[in-house]
């Protein structure tokens, strides 16, 4: 089987005719499933749906820019400390390439084998944002040292138990401060 389709891909529908090709089942459940009973799937693709692109013709492209700013303004402080963790990051908004970002999507190696950090490479050399799943398959630390200058962000799911994720001190410790050089991407779910 070629690395690549054999006609165009343009639209989510073909991504998914890839996906139903390559991979194993459980995979693909997982990944085209939704939560509570897949309403919010149901509504998100209506919601798509209803978008159109508008062709611009007879005008001149061969200069266009797409960059934009995402919450507003450029983060103004990076500071290591001796572990290499930024210490002092004061984000008002980052500068991206482009209106789209690479959005949390859990259990990435259950597609290719690099997982999150493929997607976080693809992200800083588009010069976009990649967020970071809570359920991912791979840690901060592996996509931060695959993608050093990606603009990345962390979805973090707040338990109950804090003892979830590797409990009070040690390595929690540490990983709270990998996770200073990442911005947080709020996730406010039921």
Not at 152 to 162: A, N, S, V
Request: glycine content about 6%.
């Amino acid at each position: 089987m070629s690395d690549f389709p054999s006609s165009p891909v343009v639209s989510l529908r073909d991504i998914e005719a890839i996906a139903h090709r390559r991979l194993p089942r459980n995979a693909l459940d997982y990944y085209r499933s939704g939560a509570d009973q897949m309403s919010t799937l149901g509504e998100n693709r209506s919601a798509f749906g209803k978008y159109r692109i508008l062709p611009r013709v007879l005008i001149d492209v061969s200069r266009r820019n797409m960059a934009t700013t995402v919450l507003g303004g450029r983060a103004k402080v990076r500071k290591r400390d001796e572990k290499g963790f930024i210490s002092a990051f004061l984000p008002t908004s980052w500068q991206v390439s482009m209106p789209i970002g690479i959005a949390p999507t859990a259990m990435q190696r259950m597609a290719h084998p690099e997982g999150e950090c493929a997607s976080a490479r693809a992200a800083q050399e588009a010069g976009t944002v990649f967020i970071l799943s809570t359920i991912a398959t791979s840690s901060i630390e592996e996509v931060a040292r695959a993608a050093p200058d990606a603009e990345t962000w962390f979805q973090p799911y707040i338990y109950r138990d804090r003892k979830v994720g590797g409990g009070e001190k040690g390595e929690t410790d540490d990983r709270t401060n990998a996770s200073i050089s990442w911005s947080i991407a709020m996730n406010c779910t039921t």
